[in-house]
């Protein structure tokens, strides 16, 4: 009897925590990542984004069954520098994470562009916690 008791306060104290995470959880877009208020910079970023990335990584940058999310710890800044996104679109890039495949290189981006992409990018990966 002792057991099911501990067994039922153990299930309780789960559910609670579960409960108090989810409540936790901001607002956010279908894939669970938080867009932030943005920078102009970031702004220009997103409709760039937009344009060049989203169909593979999602408009808010949180993956597809194209692509891997951005907002992830693997792309935390000390492991995947800005100069990792910019070789990434630059050249293309093996697939060395993810199972997508390689990300061929992407044309017509602007050096302009792909700094504020980055500026998008970082921003919404502070915005969920990837700093």
């Known amino acids: 009897m002792r057991r099911r008791k501990l067994v039922t306060f153990a299930v309780a104290g789960i559910a609670a925590l579960a409960g108090a995470v989810w409540t936790a959880i901001p607002a956010s877009l279908g894939s669970g990542v938080v ?26 940058a949180g993956g597809t069954n194209s692509g891997p999310p951005l907002v992830h ?26 199972s ?7 044309q017509r981006v602007t050096d302009a562009e792909l ?15 990837i700093f």
Not at 36 to 60: E, K, V
Not at 100 to 106: A, E, I
Not at 115 to 129: H, L, P, T
Request: proline content about 7%.
């Open 35 to 60: 867009i932030p208020p943005l920078s102009q910079a970031g702004a220009r970023g997103q409709a760039a984004f937009d344009g060049y990335c989203a169909s593979c990584h999602g408009t808010d």
């Open 73 to 98: 710890k693997i792309y935390h800044p000390g492991h995947h520098a800005d100069m990792a996104f910019v070789l990434a679109v630059r050249r293309g890039s093996r697939a060395h994470h993810w």
């Open 100 to 106: 997508f495949g390689d990300m061929p290189p992407v």
């Open 115 to 129: 700094a504020d992409i980055i500026s998008f990018v970082r921003e919404v990966q502070q915005a969920n916690g």
